[in-house]
């Protein structure tokens, strides 16, 4: 069992920047492929970013690709997500997820039903 916890969340002007924990349970964190997806009131989840067990391959929604940026350090058993230039439309509640399947496709990291393990998620506000 994989337990989650988000932090970082909070209340920015639009442009400005936050950073985002995600801080795992377990001896096996460095083998997941981990990811960030964010739901908005009344929106559907949608994905955010995702990267491999290596750190060798990320991915982006075009929506956030050169704003937002995924990282880890399997030391810490934790994956950071640096969100810069901030937009109102990015206000939401943004959740971790943990894949036991360390690799990523391009297809499988956008989807939800690839992550094994969610965090309870983190509220963003961005006031513009």
């Known amino acids: 069992q994989v337990q989650l916890v988000e932090s970082g969340g909070g209340l920015v002007q639009a442009g400005g920047s936050l950073r985002l924990s995600c801080a795992a349970s377990?001896?096996?964190?460095?083998?997941?492929?981990m990811g960030w997806f964010r739901q908005a009131p009344g929106k559907e989840r949608e994905f955010v970013a995702a990267?491999?067990?290596?750190?060798?391959?990320?991915y982006y929604a075009d929506s956030v690709k050169g704003r937002f940026t995924i990282s880890r350090d399997n030391a810490k058993n934790t994956v950071y997500l640096q969100m810069n230039s901030l937009k109102p439309e990015d206000t939401a509640v943004y959740y971790c997820?943990?894949?036991?399947?360390?690799?990523?496709?391009?297809?499988?990291?956008?989807?939800?039903?690839?992550?094994?393990?969610w965090g309870p998620g983190t509220q963003v506000t961005v006031s513009s």
């Open positions: 997820a943990a894949a036991t399947r360390g690799t990523l496709t391009v297809v499988g990291a956008s989807s939800g039903r690839w992550y094994n393990y």
């Open positions: 990267i491999d067990w290596s750190g060798g391959r990320l």
């Open positions: 377990g001896r096996t964190f460095s083998s997941y492929a």
